[in-house]
Nanobody, 124 residues
């Protein structure tokens, strides 16, 4: 059974960094493009970043460009989201999602598989 598990969330001060991980099991990892989404209280879930199944193509939301970096290690069945220069507005539950396509997508409806999420709180 396909499973995605996020980890690495926590409480960090503004300007700090966190690295989120998305670990997968139950499927052939390198057949899937992976996306990171986030949902803040009272807001819609929004796309943050995504990476193609080969890792050669990435996309970022304008709000995180230059601060976040997505990467994947197919040997470890893991995708990472390195988040630097964090801001209070980055506070949200972060989810990873998988789609069985070569290229990633920026809309959540394109992803049939989701993890349970990890909380990121940016506060002083």
């Amino acid at each position: 059974q396909l499973q995605l598990v996020e980890s690495g969330g926590g409480l960090v001060q503004p300007g700090g960094s966190l690295r989120l991980s998305c670990a997968a099991s139950g499927f052939t990892w390198d057949y899937y493009a992976i996306g990171w989404f986030r949902q803040a209280p009272g807001k819609e879930r929004e796309g943050v970043s995504c990476i193609s199944r080969s890792g050669s193509s990435t996309k970022y939301a304008d709000s995180v460009k230059g601060r976040f970096t997505i990467s994947r290690d197919n040997a470890k069945n893991t995708v990472y989201l390195q988040m630097n220069s964090l801001k209070p507005e980055d506070t949200a539950v972060y989810y990873c999602a998988a789609r069985g396509q070569a290229m990633c997508a920026e809309v959540r409806s394109e992803y049939p598989y989701w993890g349970q999420g990890t909380q990121v709180t940016v506060s002083s």
